[in-house]
């Protein structure tokens, strides 16, 4: 091969297009365990939310429970108000309600939610400490997985992903809970009295727990979480954000403590890259603000401490805002905020007026579709009703069926219907005009009325229309 061609083949293989993967193979991250203001701070709420979610399946007042969600009778119960399916509108308010505040939040505050109260942190933190616990710190856990399969490991490995599936179990036992009475469900696992799709109910989240909070962690952030992707579209200059200070740490390198920084033409940023190994995520701050922060916090600790050792005073990053870090003011008065909270009050206010002024029990009324009226051999005329009577309370009642109407109908139908709790009773009844007063009657109203016998001041009334044969009218 001669020395032009070769020349030729190098500036062909020069000049070749350079191939970039679209896909970032997944590195495990080992979280460096940080102490400090804010963590201790973040762990306090980590436990107060635990202490709220074991606990609240347990919470009873008069035998009813404070949070349920009961599929089999079609009802949810919210702060002992038991609520039928027909007020299912309410919890879909109060969702409403939820996302909004957390849009309020967000503008506010950045994402201090996924940092300080999402499940999927909460939970990825209540694992990351079992691991913690068991294999040890960042080091010695990189050294473990790096090493052999020996005995050592084996045993840590299998104690870890023991603790892991109870953490989990126990969280897919409490979340049941919320659907079916805790008390009662506990004793049919110690026994083994369960159904197919209960065993599915159980195993299930426990599955996803572990799978979710303990092996991909902040893959979930990166890839699953669909607000990680549009909550930049609500922040604005104002929002919180964790910052770095460039003009105090840039230019960064290392330096020994008792080294001037102005002498070596350096910032006050040691570059000792801790900042990285204590984020949940793996990323490094001083790029910038990117998506994959969840503004726990942990690079403001760690970063305390190393300003504190080097005597620079400050950390180099912290809590801010993209108008502090540029010298401008801060407002925290700003229209998308103050539209946000206005909404939320008036929601707030609307939900609340509708609680004080519900009606313990709904009534409804339906004539049969199929057929509006039949024609007896004696010329008599008779519909049929549904009396649909939902108890909004929590406790049994018993009711009682009254009617009035300008027609002489005859009631044919129980008198009383006793409701369970949070319960829904159909009476299915008829009305019937005689054959004597049919021939000259004309299509009139009917006035149903509901009264608790239990509750004097609660009566409710329904409308609906007696219908006669064409002719008859």
């Known amino acids: 091969m001669g020395a032009s061609e070769s020349g030729a083949m190098s500036e062909a293989e020069a000049g070749a297009p350079e191939t970039i993967s679209l896909y970032e193979k997944w590195r495990k991250i080992y979280p460096l365990w940080v102490s400090g203001g804010w963590q201790r701070s973040r762990r306090i709420v980590l436990v107060i939310l635990l202490v709220v979610f074991y606990s609240a399946p347990w919470l009873t007042w008069n035998g009813e429970p404070g949070f349920r969600i009961d599929l089999a009778h079609r009802r949810f119960t919210l702060f002992w108000t038991t609520f039928v399916p027909e007020e299912f509108v309410l919890l879909a308010w109060l969702l409403l309600i939820a996302a909004l505040t957390l849009f309020t939040v967000t503008v506010a505050a950045g994402r201090v939610f996924c940092g300080w109260a999402c499940p999927q ?41 023991s603790a892991w599936a109870m953490i989990a179990f126990s969280i897919s036992v409490t979340f049941v809970g919320f659907f079916e009475p805790i008390r009662e469900l506990i004793p049919r696992i110690l026994t083994f009295d369960l159904g197919k799709w209960e065993i599915i109910a159980l195993f299930l989240p426990a599955a996803l727990s572990f799978l979710l909070s303990g092996v991909l962690r902040e893959q979930v952030c990166f890839h699953m979480c669909p607000y990680a992707r549009f909550q930049s579209v609500m922040f604005d200059r104002d929002s919180l954000i964790i910052s770095y200070d460039v003009d105090r740490g840039e230019p960064r390198g290392s330096r020994k403590r008792s080294a001037d920084p102005a002498s070596l033409g350096l910032g006050a940023c040691v570059d000792c890259r801790k900042c990285v190994s204590v984020c949940p995520t793996g990323i490094d701050i001083r790029d910038g603000l990117q998506y994959q922060c969840i503004g726990c916090a942990a690079c403001i600790d760690a970063c305390t401490e190393v300003m504190h050792t080097m005597g620079y005073g400050e950390s ?42 519900r009606v313990p029990v709904g009534f409804d009324v339906f004539g049969d579709r199929s057929r509006l009226f039949r024609e007896d051999w004696d010329g008599s005329v008779e519909n049929v009703f549904t009396l649909r009577v939902a108890n909004r309370e929590g406790e049994d009642r018993e009711y009682r069926i009254g009617f009035e109407s300008p027609l002489p109908l005859r009631y044919d139908g129980p008198e009383k219907v006793r409701v369970p709790a949070g319960g829904v009773e159909s009476i299915p009844i008829r009305m019937i005009l005689p054959g004597d007063a049919a021939g000259r009657a004309e299509s009139a109203e009917v006035l149903f009325r509901l009264e608790s016998l239990d509750s004097p001041d609660v009566e409710v009334e329904k409308t609906t229309r007696f219908h006669l044969p064409p002719g008859r009218e």
């Open 121 to 161: 942190t909460i939970w990825s933190l209540v694992y990351f400490s079992v691991e913690r616990w068991i294999e040890g710190d960042r080091a010695a856990r990189m050294r473990l997985d790096r090493g052999p399969w020996n005995r050592r490991k084996v045993v840590k490995k299998i104690l870890k992903y």
């Open 316 to 357: 180099l990053i912290r809590y801010s805002s993209e108008n502090r870090d540029e010298g401008q003011q801060r407002h925290w008065l700003r229209p998308r905020l103050i539209g946000y909270a206005s909404l939320i009050l008036v929601m707030l206010g609307v939900f609340g007026y509708t609680l004080a002024h």
